[in-house]
């Protein structure tokens, strides 16, 4: 039901910020709580940051807090996550998650992913 893709990717220098967007389809948006997660090469997929559907909840994983802000625009559908002050550890794949729970089953859905390389 939920489309994603992910765009803003690229290649930042150690300290930087950058911001990666993530576009969805769908009628029902706002009632998906959107994630992103992360993989780095050779390495499992990574929780990073959440957002409930009306997006006054978020929650991150504890490398990034203070760093990484997510954010949404139910009118846009969109989803975004600005990452400032870069490290090398943060080069992965990043990818745009949406999850809901109904009626006993779970739905969720994945974006393509976007590049992300941090040089120092």
């Known amino acids: 039901q939920v489309q994603l893709a992910e765009v803003g990717g690229g290649l930042v220098q150690a300290g930087g910020p950058l911001r990666v967007s993530c576009a969805a389809s769908?009628?029902?948006?706002?009632?998906?709580?959107m994630d992103w997660f992360r993989q780095a090469p050779g390495k499992e997929r990574e929780f990073v940051a959440a957002?409930?559907?009306?997006?006054?909840?978020?929650r991150y994983v504890d490398s990034v807090k203070g760093r990484f802000t997510i954010s949404r625009d139910n009118v846009k559908n969109m989803v975004y996550l600005q990452m400032n002050s870069l490290k090398s550890e943060d080069t992965a794949v990043y990818y745009c998650?949406?999850?809901?729970?109904?009626?006993?089953?779970?739905?969720?859905?994945w974006g393509q992913g976007t590049q992300v390389t941090v040089s120092s």
């Open positions: 998650h949406a999850r809901r729970a109904a009626a006993g089953t779970s739905y969720d859905y």
């Open positions: 957002i409930s559907g009306s997006g006054d909840f978020t």
């Open positions: 769908g009628r029902t948006f706002s009632g998906y709580t």
